[in-house]
């Protein structure tokens, strides 16, 4: 199946609309300050997710190239490989908490 832009596109910009509506609407109330909290909030949580999707994928690319080179080595490169992913996700959620405690200010 191709990978199709429009696709790609519009799965990004929904939520960056979702973001603007909500920032739009804390703008009209007087409380512009706020409204920026939440777009950086947004995009904090944006780029780390997708940091850590580029990493988990070249991890796991790693780890599956060893393992095709070294099958006997299978089963001692699973739990660094589940551990190292566990962490990267770990990642992604301390910097959603981070971001909600910022924009909940």
Sequence with gaps: MKFNKTVAISSFALPL???????????QHGNAGASYAYLAAGFGVAIAAAVVGYAQSRAASAALDGIARNPASA?????????????????????FVIAQSLAAK
């Design 75 to 95: 089963s001692a490169s699973l739990v660094p490989l589940i551990l190292s992913l566990a962490f990267m996700e770990a990642l992604v959620l301390l910097t």
């Design 17 to 27: 609309l979702a973001m603007a509506e909500e920032t739009a609407a804390a703008a």
